[in-house]
């Protein structure tokens, strides 16, 4: 039995480890408003608020709604509609909830528009029918409409009865433990156990995983020793949920370590940022991941813990292979500790088949930190090896300051660095060459010896 807040209610209700937030509502709260599209946090037709964040419910597991604020766009006075009817936002309309509930949460937060522009913010609602034009004018003209009190519990009807769980499947179960302590017991106790915290990896076509309904998860975000990310003198300490959102929020962070809000603008869209956790990114160990080459560019260490102990790993040795890393059953990342230094380069580059919700089909983040009285550098490629990787042979090029006047002149270097592979993505050749002319490019509108 979970109990939450539901468009301003109090609710109770017993939910299945394997039902999503998104059946949740739809199937046994008959709130159909939410819709699903493509299951996998793409589209954000099931986009809801979750303590006034939009998320893809399809990507959130029931049991994450404990003690939080749900809103869907039940709760939004009909009035909001009216913009994106006029401006032809709507066909089909499957998409326009998703739309109307992310338009309506920058409408109310004109602060974001400083940081973001509109397109970038909206690039987690697809829709296929009417072309952006029309959704983003339906943003405009709503932003320029007075803001209703659409949360006010007694304007909203009471939430229906739910219906019982007939028919709920998983055989799994979840652990909620409330801190590290008891996280780390349970997953000494259950060795197949699985650590779970925003869940865009994990939960990503989740209906059709029936092997994965049947295990055994350990939920992650009742600790909330876990959720800050803070600064101490010498670095940032990034907690295991801390999300991208987190960090994109954070003016010191911009300043600071300018290419963790690069790299997390590019992660997906909104609605993925404000889910997935740095933490999960290192963990997932995916060898496109965008979180880990920004990370490793700053020389940032991993703090491991199990009931065993502590223990510390640079990410530069975190990883031993595809999907392989130096991280055992019963230990959790507990943090991410990036030293604070002063860098003079430092930039991060992905290409993708587009901007947004795109998987990386080669990155490369570079940093150079001068004030050491050595120069420095780090080049991490990601899409380039069975892991993300430091280019340890273009490194050694940029410390002798080696003059480069072409992408051609990193090849050889590059050759010994990285080993892409042919994929549906993209080809070895094409990602080689675009690596080499993102390091060229990149170095040459910053340094001396580059031409
Ligand atoms: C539509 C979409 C777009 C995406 N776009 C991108 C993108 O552009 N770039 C990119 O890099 N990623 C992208 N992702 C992937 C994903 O969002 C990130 O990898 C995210 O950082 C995962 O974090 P999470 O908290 O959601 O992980 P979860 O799904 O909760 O977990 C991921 C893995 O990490 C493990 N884990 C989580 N926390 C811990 C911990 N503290 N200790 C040990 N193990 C842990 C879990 O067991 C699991 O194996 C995308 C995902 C989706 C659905
Ligand atoms: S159904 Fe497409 S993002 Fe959730
Ligand atoms: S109106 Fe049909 S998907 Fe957007």
């Not at 998320?55 to 029931?62: F, K, Q, R, T, W």
């Not at 907690?239 to 992660?267: N, S």
């Not at 051609?408 to 892409?420: F, I, Q, S, W």
Request: aromatic share 6%; with cysteine.
């Amino acid at each position: 039995m979970i109990e939450f807040r539901l468009n301003g209610q109090r609710i109770e209700v017993e939910v299945d480890p394997a039902e999503r937030l998104l059946d949740l509502l739809r199937y046994r709260l008959d709130l159909t408003g939410t819709k699903e599209g493509c299951a996998e946090g793409e589209c954000g037709a099931c986009t809801v608020y979750m303590d006034g964040l939009p998320v893809d419910s399809c990507l959130v597991p029931a049991y994450q709604a404990e003690g939080r604020e749900i809103t869907t766009i039940e709760a939004l006075d009909r009035d909001r509609l009216g913009p994106f009817l006029e401006t032809g936002a709507t066909q089909c309309g499957a998409c326009t909830p998703g739309v109307v509930m992310t338009g309506t949460w920058v409408r109310d937060r004109p602060e974001l528009l400083e940081t973001h522009d509109l397109r970038e913010l909206m690039a987690g609602n697809l829709c296929r029918c009417t072309g952006y034009d029309g959704i983003i004018e339906g943003v405009e003209a709503a932003l320029s409409t007075p803001a209703v009190d659409s949360h006010d519990p007694a304007a909203l009807p009471q939430p229906p009865a739910p219906l019982a769980l007939a028919g709920v499947r998983g055989a799994g179960s979840v652990l909620r433990p409330g801190s590290v302590d008891d996280a780390l017991a349970m997953l000494g106790q259950f060795p197949d156990a699985v650590p779970i915290a925003g869940g865009t990896d994990l939960m990503v076509h989740w209906p059709g995983h029936f092997e994965a309904h049947a295990r055994t998860y350990v939920d992650l975000t009742r600790i909330e020793s876990l959720r800050e990310h803070r600064w101490t003198d010498e670095q940032l300490i990034i907690g295991a949920l801390t999300t991208y959102w987190d960090l994109i929020q954070d003016e010191r962070v911009r300043r600071e370590f300018p290419l963790l809000e690069h790299a997390a603008r590019q992660v997906g869209a909104v609605q993925i940022q404000t889910r997935g956790t740095w933490a999960g990114n290192i963990a997932n160990a995916s060898p496109a991941a965008d979180g880990v080459p920004v990370l490793m560019a700053y020389d940032a260490v991993v703090d491991l813990q199990s009931s065993r102990g502590t223990e510390t790993i640079s990410l530069d040795d975190f990883y031993l292979g595809y999907k392989q890393m130096r991280l055992a059953a019963d230990q959790l990342i507990v943090g991410i500790r990036v030293p604070r230094r002063a860098y003079d380069v430092a930039w991060f580059d992905k290409v993708g088949s587009r901007a947004a919700q795109a998987i990386t089909k080669i990155g490369v983040a570079v940093t150079r930190q001068a004030a050491s009285g050595e120069d420095r550098w780090r080049v991490v490629a990601n899409s380039a090896a069975p892991t993300v990787c430091r280019c340890a042979s273009v490194e050694h090029l940029l410390q002798a300051n080696t003059p480069v006047d072409s992408p051609e002149a990193l090849m050889e270097a590059l050759g010994k660095d990285v080993t892409p592979i042919d994929d549906i993505r993209s080809t070895r050749a094409y990602r080689q060459s675009v690596l080499a002319r993102l390091i060229y490019f990149g170095l040459r509108d910053r340094v001396e010896f580059v031409s």
